[in-house]
């Protein structure tokens, strides 16, 4: 396939997951339809199912190109161990309906069944989770989480957290990068050691 007849496939793939983060942040998955889906978009029916197949189908590309997006975020983060936490929180409360970025939707409880017999979204899910424990790990060691946390507690309130950006709808006179800085707060000063 030419280049850039690859490269526009590529955008509308993209904006049809966009599309679906909005829309299941608006009515769920469970009430997401293709006929829906498509006519967000602004494409006809048949071209959607050129792209996907399903819902199930968009939201297995969403889940790899999200975790690939973080992989890459992460990938690229400085600082000290807890500004490369509190960074990759909050990459992924901004960017949720970004093409680059990492659509919270696919951490829907609604939506998590349809990972389980996909094995390569769990290889790379597992690749993410290595990285974050490491960081968690490096952290306790630096003193900037208490050691008796667990890492598997920690890392699934960090990924739950994450969703409360989707609050805005809640809170809608907070910009999301403030209400990230609040959530981030908040989340890290309660990992701090106790006195």
Request: aromatic share 6%.
């Amino acid at each position: 396939m030419p280049p850039r007849k690859e490269r526009k496939l590529h955008i509308r793939e993209s904006l049809i997951i966009e599309m679906a983060a909005r829309l299941i942040d608006q009515v769920g998955y469970t009430h997401l339809t293709m006929d829906m889906l498509s006519e967000q978009v602004g494409i006809a029916k048949a071209t959607l199912y050129q792209h996907f197949k399903s819902k199930d189908a968009v939201m297995i590309t969403a889940a790899m190109r999200a975790l690939e997006n973080l992989e890459g975020f992460m990938m690229t983060a400085s600082g000290t161990t807890i500004e490369q936490l509190r960074s990759i929180m909050r990459f992924m409360m901004v960017s949720g309906y970004d093409a680059d970025g990492f659509p919270t939707m696919i951490m829907h409880d609604e939506v998590l069944h349809i990972f389980s017999n996909q094995p390569a979204v769990a290889a790379k899910f597992q690749q993410v989770n290595t990285r974050l424990f490491a960081l968690v790990d490096a952290a306790k060691a630096e003193g900037e989480i208490a050691l008796d946390l667990p890492n598997e507690a920690i890392i699934t309130m960090m990924m739950n957290t994450v969703q409360v950006a989707r609050a805005r709808t809640i809170y809608p006179a907070q910009p999301l990068d403030t209400l990230a800085e609040i959530v981030i707060r908040i989340f890290f000063n309660g990992l701090k050691p106790t006195i």
